[in-house]
């Protein structure tokens, strides 16, 4: 039989209806009561971490998940976290680099209705939730609408539809239909031991460039931060006439801020070589974020700068792939 720890931390699926509309509230002994009827193969424990709107998630929030992992981890098989959509993408980016070396399941899932209403996802995502759980597998993974997404690549599409993840530029982990679970590619297990990495620095930004967007809010930024997200266009290139932000991005790699260069394009990635713009921009000391999600440059870059600030060693960890985070070039031309 396998023990699960199922974490509760709030969200539409423990929402009720107030007056101020939907918000968190069920107990402990309400969540558990629609757990009521899971497989004999399974024993479930459900624990309330916290019960609050994932808008409202922060850093700390993930540390406080990954820390209850780490002191459940050796006696359970498996955890499930039920969590609110809207940030669940970063939680689980952020979790897949603060839990390293997992060789049991944490498994993030949440709905788009709560569970409690009498039309809802919320009960076929934890039942699957709870099914992909049992698995003898390791990682982070989000399970959504019968769908395995590992945990870097999950990213929120949709706002009302029960499909409302995808995984972006990577395969899903896998399918489940009932208590079948079908694998499209399963992760190399590791054999090193599981350890905590919960070191986190909030003090990053995350721009969407624009047109007209004056190059003087650097300077603010510069102040403020100790690294810079910037989604640019296209494969990545910044513009470089007129109101060039080509000076305020030398000014801040000198200063030893990490400069990370993405694309507002949700796939395949930047390319900074392909274009003049992008290439008067990769003579600068930036970071390359290959064909990652922003969900996972944020929270990677927190943790990376929770580890060293060093601008050489933040490139080389950035630019690493991690959690499945990025892609590798042989796996981009398969």
């Known amino acids: 039989m396998k023990k699960l720890l199922l974490l509760a931390t709030g969200g539409t699926i423990a929402s009720i209806e107030s007056n101020e509309g939907l918000a968190p509230g069920l107990s ?135 499909d409302a993840f995808e995984s972006i530029n990577h395969p899903y982990v896998a399918y489940i239909s009932g208590n079948d679970v079908a694998y499209s590619w399963k992760p190399a297990q590791t054999q090193s031991p599981f350890a905590l990495n919960a070191s986190l620095c909030p003090d990053v930004f995350l721009m969407k460039l624009y047109p007209g967007m004056k190059p003087e809010v650097f300077d603010f930024i510069k102040k403020m931060y100790k690294g810079v997200i910037i989604e640019s266009f296209g494969n990545g290139g910044l513009p470089f006439e007129n109101r060039s932000l080509l000076p305020k991005i030398k000014d801040l790699t000198e200063a030893g801020i990490s400069v990370v260069i993405t694309t507002q394009c949700l796939e395949e990635g930047e390319d900074l070589c392909l274009y003049e713009v992008g290439r008067k921009v990769a003579h600068y000391n930036v970071i390359l974020s290959g064909d990652m999600n922003t969900e996972a440059i944020v929270t990677k870059l927190m943790w990376t700068l929770g580890k060293t600030t060093d601008i050489a060693n933040v490139k080389q960890i950035m630019e690493s792939p991690i959690a499945w985070d990025r892609s590798t070039d042989s796996e981009k031309e398969d």
């Open 28 to 162: 402990a002994e309400e969540l558990l009561h629609h757990f009521e009827n899971t497989p004999q193969t399974i024993q479930v424990d459900c624990k309330i971490l916290m019960n609050r709107d994932s808008t409202n998630m922060q850093p700390e929030h993930w540390i406080q998940m990954a820390q209850a992992i780490a002191e459940h981890y050796e006696q359970y098989d498996g955890f499930v976290i039920t969590h609110g959509t809207d940030t669940l993408g970063y939680t689980s980016a952020a979790l897949s680099y603060m839990l390293t070396n997992l060789q049991k399941p944490v498994v993030i899932t949440g709905s788009q209705v709560p569970i409690s209403f009498k039309k809802t996802d919320a009960k076929k995502n934890v039942a699957d939730a709870l099914r992909f759980a049992s698995e003898d597998i390791g990682g982070v993974f989000v399970v959504f609408d019968g769908r395995v997404i590992i945990g870097t690549r999950a990213v929120k599409m949709r706002t009302k539809s029960y």
